[in-house]
């Protein structure tokens, strides 16, 4: 009988949210693919490039984890970190092209640095978040704006917090092949105490 691939969305607690509920959560260090870049998501040229290159590696080092370490997992969902100069270009502005990002696959922490083939602008990297607020959004990710002005304003001031690290962003959902109004994404801000 084959075990049941590992799939960090059912196992590590930091990859659940629910819809209109804050949460503040201490997110562990995990270990990521990622490659970084500038732009509109929708219309960067380079967006689309690290796409094509981050799921192929992604897919590939699945693979040899179940031949070589005979340990099988599902490849984790894409996320995102983003900023600008002006966080206000992510709620009010909403003005892509200042945005900067980088793009993430999360690798479990089993795999080793052999294993790893990281070709020219990829990295793997530990990354160590730390304390967060989070909730879910559900719908277009052009309608995020209130749900961050609320996070921003309202839900972490309220806590006693202050926003640190950058905007975080865990794609559920496939935007090839759900409706913009059924996509769901993790909305992350990394926090400290005031």
């Not at 978040?129 to 559900?138: A, I, N, Y």
Request: aromatic share 10%; hydrophobic share 40%.
């Amino acid at each position: 009988m084959t075990p049941t691939p590992f799939d960090a969305k059912k196992e590590i607690d930091a990859y659940r949210a629910r819809r209109g509920q804050f949460r503040v959560l201490d997110v562990p260090a995990m270990t990521f693919l990622l490659i970084d870049g500038q732009g509109d998501p929708n219309t960067s040229p380079q967006y689309a490039a690290a796409l094509a290159t981050l799921y192929p590696l992604a897919y590939a080092l699945k693979f040899r984890s179940r031949g070589e370490l005979d340990r099988d997992y599902v490849v984790p969902p894409l996320e995102g970190l983003w900023w600008a100069e002006d966080m206000e270009a992510f709620t009010a502005a909403r003005d892509k092209d200042r945005w900067h990002w980088r793009l993430m696959l999360m690798t479990p922490d089993w795999i080793p640095r052999e294993l790893v083939e990281t070709p020219g602008d990829v990295r793997w990297e530990l990354f160590d978040e730390g304390r967060c607020v989070q909730t879910l959004h559900v719908g277009p990710y052009d309608a995020e704006g209130p749900v961050l002005e609320r996070m921003h304003h309202e839900v972490i001031p309220e806590e006693g917090l202050r926003m640190t690290g950058r905007h975080h962003e865990i794609y559920l959902g496939d935007p090839r092949r759900a409706a913009p109004e059924r996509l769901r994404t993790i909305l992350r801000q990394p926090v400290s105490v005031r």
